[in-house]
């Protein structure tokens, strides 16, 4: 079949959408599955909780999908997000500030830790990974400096709604997700920035050598997950009702796994932010199981744990059954080549 | 009996026949030494010599046995010495030396002590002098290249050495030492087949000699029969179509770009003109600075002192964003690594390089972008089922096209080609070929051409500086003698004219 050049290719395009399609459609089959092994599962308070929940994990793994897609990742984005939350309440609570300033502060102070790892990564020419490692500990030990280890409670009823709130039946952190989303979404598939960003994911040197200020862009990059951990912080501060050090524990790694189920590539390159936010929910159903199937309290991490690694196994296992097909094609091809030679000779 | 023979081998590959029927026989205590130019087929040679091809077509015996499927341990009596160095440079001279420990005795264990003693007489016979417990990457090049012989040989039984280019980075000191022991081992009844750039190595070395050409065996002779001159016309062998040339034949008086004394960390003192509308060859051998002198006047690698002017002003360098937007473009010679966005579009990789240009309120216009890609497609004969295709299905030649047509959209002046054609079809080069012409003849931008055909570098070059050891070793006409271009790049000084 011949198709003139800039002639859509169905087939090319159907194949192009399945990644997003089959992990929409595992979680749906997850849902399915829950609401038929627990009753309560379609509850609306524990939707409400599981969305809300959810909410956290798919904004930072939004985030962390743009960095996943030039090939880097950032493990300080838990305790970038707990130190702004400790900055915001301290400010509100202790200095008097308006929570409103206190929180248009604490998340500049995001940003700009964003644009300290950024900086520290580029100019140092470290890895990613390593370097976040060391700045996870320096967030975390300020925490500890601030606090003394001890929660800032008191944080002002007028902002709980941000955490505890709901509009209609959706909570709010939720909304903020689905706008940092379609904010990120439009940024990655319609800017100049979102080429350059997947241009060197592809190749940091092809993308230099195309002029692309390549530092710069990654500079920015860490500087928008910095803005949006310390956004999850904050909400996570009003719902909680108080800033603490503890806030965020998990992020780095369930962030990392949502977008590695949603299909971002850990090599970079190739994927879609919206793949995090339906990783996170994938994740989010699986812990809710968990709790919902009476699983024993100790065990509950391990099993998680263990499912969400069975989770990130999706993609690499379907690319090994479709290289063991195309072994066994290519083994039967050979062997009837063989043959036929042999009747010839 | 021949102890390594290959008899009527063709290798295909997509679009090239880089082996057409070749006899070889390499005797023992015989230095035989393999030489063409680049592409002619030597390296497909080795990898079907070292079972690393199979050939479509043909045979190869070692100590007269056929090898085929049931028998390819055989290969194991060949011993390869590859061009770059490939020891473990963090671990020492002597776990190099016995890795991966398969004679040895230690069930598991390596006794440091123990290798490093059996390492000693191995250091003394191939005149290593360095310490068994160096770290390699602490010892000299020259001792790099001499303990990769020394790897290959002590680990087995061999018939046959075959050496890559051995001598690239040795000084004439060493490469003395590095013949003596090549000698010692002809006398011990191995066969050696020698592969090498450089002619006068060829006769100082060398008891026999084939040439290949275009995957084709041309010539056969005792080297004492033979002199210089003789292998190059077979190396070189005539043109094909010897009129059809492709240099540009509008070049202005206008200086485009100047270079004064730039020095890097590979390449010393180099100076050149380029003038609008002129193609400019650059050939050397490999490694001698071509890709590094050109990477960094375009800013990718840093420049230690020198001076570069485009249209007359200061040109800035260390930018490569600079570069670009002031019209400098380099096309990589590493398409896949430094060229093409694998994962993206056709359309992506095209509309990358101009987004500015699309840029529609606040994002990229959809329209404009699928303009620009047909455009391209369309004027560059790009063969693709669609501009959605990921550009990493498309063949070498086509991706090519796809990045001389996304340079032309940045209305370059400067456009670098660095082996434009490499890995690429017949057919094709001569499609790339036109389009240099076309480009330099009717938009007047100059070209550089880094090459290392000398074929290609005389058929499209208006002048050609030859580079050897990182500096202008002469700056060539085109008409000039293939002999004297070849005479520079492997170092010798081109013959006093005739006075």
Redesign the interface.
């Given at each position: 079949m011949?198709?003139?050049?800039?002639?859509?290719?169905l087939v090319?395009?159907a194949l192009?959408r399945s990644t997003m399609t089959a992990i929409g459609a595992v979680l749906v089959a997850m849902v399915l599955l829950a609401s038929v092994l627990s009753p309560y599962f379609l509850d609306q308070y524990n939707l409400q909780s599981l969305i809300r929940d959810l909410a956290f994990i798919g904004m930072i793994g939004i985030a962390q999908s743009l960095l996943l897609l030039i090939g880097e990742l950032d493990l300080s984005v838990g305790k970038m997000a707990s130190l702004c939350g400790i900055i915001a309440g301290m400010l509100m609570v202790h200095q008097g500030v308006n929570p409103v300033l206190s929180m248009i502060i604490a998340l500049a102070l995001g940003m700009m830790l964003g644009a300290l790892n950024g900086t520290i990564i580029t100019r140092l020419r470290l890895n990613s990974m390593v370097a976040t490692i060391g700045m996870q500990g320096v967030y975390g030990g300020i925490n500890l400096v601030l606090t003394k280890g001890k929660a800032v409670t008191g944080i002002p009823e007028s902002i709980l709604f941000l955490g505890k709130g709901n509009l209609g039946p959706i909570p709010i952190p939720f909304i903020f997700t689905l706008i940092v989303l379609v904010c990120i979404l439009?940024l990655t598939k319609?800017?100049?920035t979102g080429?350059?960003i997947?241009?060197i994911g592809?190749?940091k040197?092809?993308?230099?050598?195309?002029?692309?200020?390549v530092d710069r862009i990654r500079v920015l990059i860490y500087s928008v997950v910095g803005l949006i951990s310390a956004l999850a912080g904050i909400l996570y501060v009003a719902r909680l009702g108080s800033s603490q050090s503890a806030i965020g524990e998990n992020w780095p790694m369930n962030s990392i796994a949502s977008s590695v189920i949603g299909g971002v590539a850990l090599t970079g390159?190739?994927g879609n932010p919206a793949g995090a936010l339906i990783g996170a929910a994938i994740i989010s159903v699986i812990q809710n199981m968990i709790v919902l199937l009476g699983v024993n309290v100790y065990w509950q991490s391990a099993v998680s744990g263990f499912v969400v690694v069975i989770a990130i196994s999706f993609s690499s296992i379907s690319g090994m059954i479709r290289e063991k097909k195309q072994r066994s094609i290519k083994v039967a091809k050979v062997a009837a080549t063989a043959a036929e030679t042999e009747k010839k000779g | 009996m021949p102890v390594l023979e290959v008899r009527n081998i063709t290798k295909v590959f997509p679009g090239v026949v880089a082996l057409d029927s070749v006899d070889i026989a390499f005797e023992r205590g015989e230095i035989h030494c393999v030489m063409g130019e680049n592409g002619a087929g030597k390296s497909t040679l080795i990898k079907c010599l070292t079972g690393v091809y199979e050939p479509e077509d043909g045979e190869i015996y070692i100590d007269g046995e056929h090898v085929g499927h049931q028998n390819k341990s055989l290969f194991g009596k060949v011993a390869y010495v590859p061009q770059e160095i490939d020891l473990f440079e963090h671990m020492t001279v002597a776990e190099n030396l016995f890795l991966p420990y398969e004679k040895s005795s230690f069930k598991g264990l390596v006794n440091q002590k123990e290798i490093e003693k059996k390492a000693l007489p191995i250091l003394e016979k191939f005149r290593i002098k360095v310490r068994p417990d160096d770290l390699v990457r602490d010892v000299p090049i020259s001792a790099q290249q001499l303990l990769q012989i020394a790897r290959a040989t002590i680990r087995r039984e061999y018939d046959a050495l075959i050496l890559d280019e051995p001598t690239t980075s040795l000084t004439t000191d060493n490469i003395q030492v590095m013949f003596d022991i090549i000698r010692e081992i002809r006398r011990e009844n191995k066969a050696v087949v020698f592969i090498s750039h450089k002619l006068e190595e060829i006769f100082a070395l060398g008891d026999v000699i084939t040439v290949l050409r275009n995957g084709k065996k041309v010539a056969y002779a005792n080297i004492a029969d033979k002199d210089i001159p003789w292998v190059v016309t077979q190396m070189t062998g005539r043109v094909l179509d010897q009129d059809q040339k492709f240099y540009s034949e509008k070049v202005t008086e206008e200086v485009l770009l100047e270079a004064e004394h730039l020095t890097g960390a590979q390449f010393t003192d180099i100076s050149f003109q380029l003038k609008k509308g002129e193609i400019l060859g650059f050939y050397g051998l490999v490694g001698a600075g071509r890709t590094e002198l050109m990477q960094a006047i375009f800013g990718y690698l840093p420049v230690y002192t020198g001076k570069v002017r485009v249209d007359k002003a200061d040109w800035r360098l260390g930018d490569t964003h600079y570069s670009v937007n002031n019209g400098f473009i380099y096309l990589p010679e590493e398409r896949k690594k430094y060229g093409i966005l694998p994962m993206l579009s056709v359309r992506e990789n095209i509309s990358v390089a101009v987004l500015d240009s699309l840029q529609k309120g606040l994002g990229i216009s959809a329209q404009g972008e699928r303009k620009l890609a047909l455009d391209v497609i369309d004027s560059y004969d790009v063969k693709t089922p669609n501009y959605d295709q990921p550009i990493q299905f498309l063949s070498g030649g086509n991706q090519q096209k796809v990045i001389i047509g996304r340079a032309m959209c940045c209305n370059p002046k400067v456009l670098v080609f660095d082996e434009p054609t490499k890995g690429i079809d017949v057919g094709t080069k001569l499609d790339i070929y036109k389009m240099m012409k076309k480009v330099a003849e009717e938009n007047g931008v100059g070209i550089i051409l880094i090459s290392s055909e000398l074929e290609e570098v005389i058929k499209c070059s208006n002048r050609i500086v030859a580079l050897y050891d990182g500096r202008v070793a002469g700056v060539l006409d085109k008409r000039a003698d293939k002999e004297d271009i070849l005479s520079a790049v492997i170092g010798i000084k081109a013959k006093a004219p005739p006075s």
């Open positions: 011949k198709t003139k050049p800039g002639e859509k290719s090319l395009n192009r439009f319609k800017t100049k080429r350059y997947y241009a592809n190749s040197e092809a993308a230099k050598i195309l002029g692309i200020k390159g190739i | -």
